[in-house]
T-cell receptor, first 112, second 112 residues
Framework: ETGVTQTPRHLVMGMTNKKSLKCEQH?????MYWYKQSAKKPLELMFV???????ENNSVPSRFSPECPNSSHLFLHLHTLQPEDSALYLC???????????FGSGTRLTVV | QKEVEQDPGPLSVPEGAIVSLNCTYS??????FMWYRQYSRKGPELLMY????GNKEDGRFTAQVDKSSKYISLFIRDSQPSDSATYLC????????????FGKGTRLSVIA
């Protein structure tokens, strides 16, 4: 365990479903992130929360909706996804945005 | 030109070989440089962290930064089958709220 826990580990959902990914960290970090990792592409930053405030949204489609209720928890709400959204979704946390990140093991999402 | 360039490989070497992994970048404001290792079905884990130019050694791993050439390297001595993974470089600026920028990752296989 890295200190960043993601659930579920695997998720299969239909295009009309609504689901949520959960991330939890108990490292006392101030910043949390959602990344998308697809085959043969760099890690794509989706959302950044710094001290619970969203500071970055990299033109992510509105079918992805983040929520950060406190500094230890981060959610990614999913609805009406497309098959091309199938990927590994990684959560990370850090003390500040310039330093090393601690990643969770990810949620492998398949949209059918 | 992409901000961070990294050859995706795959790279296959015999056990005991010296491995050299590299990244080039274009943003001269980058000051923090990191290497992450990602095993299959896991999230990336921080392997090496350096600030500005120079070398850093940790066991069999050496990280080098050449800011004049905008080039960073990770050397693995006496490579082991357990080193087989994808290695991602990452970097960030010293100030501001700009998150890490990652390379695509190089897939390494060490053959026994």
């Amino acid at each position: 365990e890295t200190g960043v826990t993601q659930t579920p580990r695997h998720l299969v959902m239909g295009m009309t479903n609504k689901k949520s990914l959960k991330c939890e960290q108990h490292l006392g970090h101030n910043a949390m992130y959602w990344y998308k990792q697809s085959a043969k592409k760099p890690l794509e930053l989706m959302f950044v929360y710094n001290f619970k405030e969203q500071t970055e949204n990299n033109s992510v489609p509105s079918r992805f909706s983040p929520e950060c209720p406190n500094s230890s928890h981060l959610f990614l709400h999913l609805h009406t996804l497309q098959p091309e959204d199938s990927a590994l979704y990684l959560c990370a946390s850090s003390q500040d945005v310039q330093r090393g990140y601690t990643f969770g093991s990810g949620t492998r999402l398949t949209v059918v | 030109q992409k901000e961070v360039e990294q050859d995706p490989g795959p790279l296959s070497v015999p056990e005991g070989a010296i491995v050299s992994l590299n990244c080039t970048y274009s943003n001269s404001a980058f000051q923090y440089f990191m290497w992450y290792r990602q095993y299959s079905r896991k999230g990336p884990e921080l392997l090496m962290y350096t600030y500005s130019s120079g070398n850093k050694e940790d066991g069999r791993f050496t990280a080098q930064v050449d800011k004049s050439s905008k080039y960073i390297s990770l050397f693995i001595r006496d490579s082991q089958p357990s080193d087989s993974a994808t290695y991602l470089c990452a970097m960030s600026e010293q100030t501001g709220n700009t998150p890490l920028v990652f390379g695509k990752g190089t897939r390494l296989s060490v053959i026994a």
